[in-house]
């Protein structure tokens, strides 16, 4: 063993044999020596956590802040003034997707009626000017004879073909 290293081991035994009063082998001081260093490196990691927890800390308690009211109307309205809005927001997004999805809804029952019947845009007139009424569990459009003499109002009135023995109602003029 080298002299430096015997130097070594003799005051590790001597600083343990002070410390505990009793005299110990080179492997004994060795083996306390590393426990102790390692322990002190430990006791630096929790002191610099134990001040970054510390800091943490503080900047969490400055960056609340306290609100004391006068009473329990003042703190209503403080609620209400914070929560209001985003409620609002939120009801009035809430009613515009329910609008959508409903008109949207429609839309596409129009579309499929419109797509299943091409010639569905001649008989606008008709639903427009025209008279439904119900009757023994069925709808009726209500059209009467249509004056030998005038105008023929379409979705009122209608003709009667004799000849190929048929109704003709007006669906308006192109």
């Known amino acids: 063993m080298n002299d430096q290293l015997r130097e070594l081991l003799n005051r590790l035994n001597g600083k343990y044999g002070q410390k505990y009063g009793h005299l110990m082998d080179d492997w004994t001081s060795m083996l306390l020596e590393e426990i102790h260093e390692n322990f002190a490196g430990l006791a630096a990691e929790i002191k610099s956590c134990t001040q970054a927890i510390g800091q943490a800390q503080t900047k969490i308690k400055t960056?609340?802040?306290?609100?004391?009211?006068?009473?329990?109307?003042?703190?209503?309205?403080?609620?209400?003034?914070?929560?209001?809005?985003?409620?609002?927001?939120a009801t009035i997004i809430s009613i515009l997707i329910f609008w959508y999805a409903y008109t949207e809804?429609?839309?596409?029952?129009?579309?499929?009626?419109?797509?299943?019947?091409?010639?569905?845009?001649?008989?606008?007139?008709?639903?427009?000017?025209?008279?439904?009424?119900?009757?023994?569990?069925?709808?009726?459009?209500?059209?009467?004879?249509a004056p030998s003499k005038g105008n023929m109002m379409v979705g009122e009135d209608y003709v009667y073909d004799h000849k190929n023995k048929r109704v003709l109602v007006p669906l308006g003029r192109k």
């Open 105 to 145: 809804e429609r839309f596409q029952k129009l579309r499929s009626i419109i797509d299943t019947y091409e010639n569905v845009s001649d008989y606008v007139l008709l639903m427009q000017g025209g008279q439904v009424i119900e009757r023994g569990g069925g709808n009726y459009l209500v059209l009467r004879p």
């Open 63 to 89: 960056s609340q802040r306290a609100v004391h009211f006068g009473s329990t109307r003042e703190a209503l309205f403080y609620a209400l003034g914070i929560t209001a809005p985003a409620a609002i927001a």
